[in-house]
Nanobody, 120 residues
Framework: QVQLVESGGGLVQAGGSLRLSCTAS????????VGWFRQAPGKEREFVAS???????DYSDSVKGRFTISRANAKNTVYLQMSTLKPEDTAVYYC??????????????WGQGTQVTVSS
């Protein structure tokens, strides 16, 4: 069982930046694809970004060019650097990982989520 713990959420003004972190337990993490999803109030959870074990990245169109996902396997951690934030980026952000990745749905394991609020 892998446990994922997110951190780095908070309140930021539009145009600002935040960096989210997802730290995992277990050595198998380095072999997993890892991604970020988000869920805004009244909306379904949506894919944000992912990074494969081979460092291949993928982004949703809504964040492409503003967000960057990266991983530091030595720290069992994946980061989501968010820049030029918009009020519509406000959501709970969830880390997701697993050995079997389905595009748009992710892997088997989820974190508890971290709130990101962007004020206008």
């Amino acid at each position: 069982q892998v446990q994922l713990v997110e951190s780095g959420g908070g309140l930021v003004q539009a145009g600002g930046s935040l960096r989210l972190s997802c730290t995992a337990s277990g050595r198998a993490f380095v072999a997993y694809a890892v991604g970020w999803f988000r869920q805004a109030p009244g909306k379904e959870r949506e894919f944000v970004a992912s990074i494969s074990r081979n460092y291949k990245t993928d982004y949703s169109d809504s964040v492409k060019g503003r967000f960057t996902i990266s991983r530091a396997n030595a720290k069992n951690t994946v980061y989501l650097q968010m820049s030029t934030l918009k009020p519509e980026d406000t959501a709970v952000y969830y880390c997701n990982a697993g050995p079997r990745w389905v595009d748009g749905k992710g892997g088997d394991y989820w974190g508890q989520g971290t709130q990101v609020t962007v004020s206008s």
